[in-house]
C-alpha cells in the first residue's frame, strides 16, 4: 500500500472519525503508507477521554499523551477537520456511500452513558441524576476560565451507582472536592494533587483535623454483585483458577486500599429499586439487596430500603454512541468482521476500531492490563500506590493491530484515480475552512489550548 507522489496523484483516501488515542494511531499508520487521511474530530482538541474523562490529577500522564496524539496527527498525509460531529455536521452515508472514499474507521469511542436501571430516571437528569461523563468532564474542566458547561454542587453523601474504577474515580472527585471546600470554610487552602497523593486522613491531620471534625457525611458506592466481582482488575482469558483466584481476591485490597485513603462508604450486593421524587426532584433511591447464584444476580424480595441524597452519579460504564446507518447488536456495533473490525464491505469499507470496537467506554480499559501487572498498574491509576502508568497502550495496541489489517486489506483495491483525490481534498478542506481551521494542525492546537488546561 506504499504509494508515493504528490497529494493529487492515485491514491488510497480514508476518512477517520474520531482523533484520540486509537483514531490518531490508526490514521498514522495509513498516513505512513502513503493514504490521505482525513480526520474528523468533534472537538476542538483531540484528546478525546484522556482530556475529557481521565481524571485531572493524572497531570504527567495526560500532557504525555497530548503529545503523543500531536506528533501522530502532524504526519504531512494528515488533514485533521476540528469541530465536525458525525450525525451533526457530517451524516455517516455521506461519508460511506457519497464520497466514494476508499475507507471509513470509525474511533469515535464510547462516549454514552448506560442508562440508569430504573424506568423514569432519565426525567431526573440535571435533578438530581448525574451521569458519570458529565460529571467527570466537569470536573476536569471547571477550573479554566472559559469553561461554559454545566456545573455541579458537591453534596454531603451523594449516593454513586457503580463498582468499577470509573466508579472509583466518581467517589475520588466527590470525596476530594467535598474535602478541599471543607477546609476552605476554615481559612485553609489546599492542594487537590496533594490530597490526592498523601490521601486525605494525612493531609487533614496536618491541618490538626480529622473527618468526623469536618462533619461531612462521605458519599456512598454501591454494587450489584460482591467486592471479588468488582471490575478492579482483569483476569485475562486463559488463566487458571488459582490466577483467577488470586486476582479476585487483590480486589478486596484494592477497595479496601482505596476506602482508606479517600474515606468514601461502600455496599455491596445492592442495586436500585425505585426513585424517591420530591418536587420534582430525585430526592434519593431505593435500593434493594441481591445475592448471587450460579453467577446470577436475583433480587431479594422486599429488601428495598429508601436511601435519600441530594446528588445521585450513575457509573455503570459508557458505551457507543448509536450512528444512524450504522447496525447495532444490543450495545455494540455489528460486525461483518470482528477481528478486523469490518462493519461493512464495498466501494467504501467501513471499520472501527478502538473503545468503538471493545465497546468499552472506562479509562482503564485503554490501560496495559495483563495478567502479570493488572493489579499493579490498577492501583497506580487509583492513586492507591506511588508513581505513573502507561495510559493507552492497549487501545493504541488494538488500533495499531486494526490499522496494520485494515491497511493491508485496502492494499488488495485499486486506489482513487487523481481526479476523484482532488475532489475529496477540495471537499474536506472546505470543512475545515467552515471551522476556522487553516491546515497548519500546530498552529490550531496552539491557538484552541488554553493557557490553564488542566
Known amino acids: 500500500m506504499n504509494i508515493g507522489g504528490n497529494s493529487t496523484s492515485s491514491r488510497y483516501v480514508v476518512a477517520v472519525v474520531g482523533a484520540a488515542v486509537a483514531g490518531s494511531e490508526v490514521a498514522r499508520i495509513l498516513a505512513e503508507r502513503g493514504a490521505l487521511v482525513f480526520v474528523f474530530e468533534q472537538n476542538a482538541r483531540p484528546y478525546g477521554k484522556i482530556e475529557d474523562g481521565l481524571p485531572r490529577w493524572h497531570v504527567d500522564q495526560r500532557r504525555e499523551e497530548y503529545a503523543k496524539i500531536d506528533r501522530r496527527l502532524s504526519h504531512a498525509n ?12 457530517l451524516q455517516f452515508d455521506e461519508l460511506a456511500d457519497a464520497w466514494g472514499l476508499s475507507a471509513v474507521i470509525l474511533a469515535n469511542g464510547a462516549w454514552r452513558d448506560r442508562p440508569f436501571p430504573v424506568e423514569g430516571a432519565d426525567r431526573y437528569v440535571g435533578r438530581g441524576l448525574v451521569y458519570q461523563n458529565s460529571f467527570i468532564y466537569w470536573f476536569n474542566h471547571y477550573p479554566e476560565k472559559t469553561y461554559s458547561g454545566p456545573r455541579y454542587e458537591i453534596r454531603p453523601g451523594t449516593i454513586v451507582i457503580g463498582g468499577g474504577l470509573a466508579s472509583i474515580d466518581v467517589v ?11 477546609l476552605e470554610r476554615l481559612g485553609i487552602r489546599e492542594d487537590l494533587l496533594r490530597l490526592e497523593r498523601e490521601g486525605i486522613d494525612p493531609v487533614l491531620k496536618s491541618h490538626d483535623l480529622t473527618w468526623p471534625r469536618l462533619n461531612l457525611k462521605p458519599c456512598k458506592l454501591y454494587y450489584r454483585r460482591t467486592v471479588l466481582d468488582m471490575p478492579l482488575a482483569d483476569i485475562p482469558g486463559g488463566a487458571d483458577a488459582k490466577k483467577v483466584e488470586a ?8 477497595l479496601d486500599k482505596a476506602q482508606r485513603k479517600y474515606l468514601f462508604d461502600f455496599q455491596e450486593l445492592s442495586v436500585p429499586s425505585g426513585l424517591i421524587i420530591e418536587d420534582e426532584r430525585l430526592a434519593g433511591i431505593k435500593i434493594a439487596r441481591t445475592k448471587v447464584e450460579q453467577g446470577r444476580i436475583q433480587v431479594v424480595p422486599a429488601s428495598d430500603v429508601e436511601h435519600r441524597a441530594e446528588l445521585t ?23 461483518v468482521d470482528p477481528k478486523l473490525g469490518l462493519l461493512r464491505d464495498g466501494r467504501t469499507a467501513v471499520f472501527a476500531t478502538g473503545n468503538v470496537l471493545t465497546g468499552k467506554g472506562n479509562i482503564k480499559d485503554s490501560l496495559d492490563s495483563a495478567a502479570e501487572t493488572g493489579v499493579y498498574v490498577a492501583e497506580r491509576y487509583l492513586g492507591l500506590e506511588p508513581g505513573g502508568f502507561e ?12 490499522g496494520e489489517a485494515q491497511a493491508a486489506m485496502l492494499a488488495q ?20 475552512g467552515a471551522v476556522g481551521y487553516a491546515g497548519d494542525y500546530r498552529a490550531w492546537i496552539a491557538k484552541v489550548l488554553p493557557p490553564d488546561l488542566q
Not at 172 to 182: C, S
Not at 247 to 254: G, S
Request: proline share 5%.
Open 78 to 89: 494528515i488533514y485533521y477537520a476540528p469541530l465536525t460531529r458525525l450525525g451533526r455536521d
Open 172 to 182: 475520588k472527585v466527590l470525596q476530594l472536592e467535598a474535602a478541599l471546600r471543607a
Open 247 to 254: 486476582i479476585r481476591r487483590a480486589k478486596i485490597k484494592i
Open 313 to 335: 452519579i450513575s457509573s455503570i460504564g459508557s458505551i457507543p454512541e448509536a450512528i444512524a446507518g450504522v447496525a447495532q447488536n444490543g450495545e455494540v456495533y455489528r460486525y
Open 391 to 402: 495510559v493507552g497502550e492497549s487501545e493504541r495496541r488494538l488500533a495499531r493491530e486494526m
Open 413 to 432: 483495491r485499486r486506489p482513487l484515480n487523481p481526479a476523484r483525490v482532488a475532489e475529496l481534498l477540495a471537499r474536506v478542506r472546505e470543512r475545515q
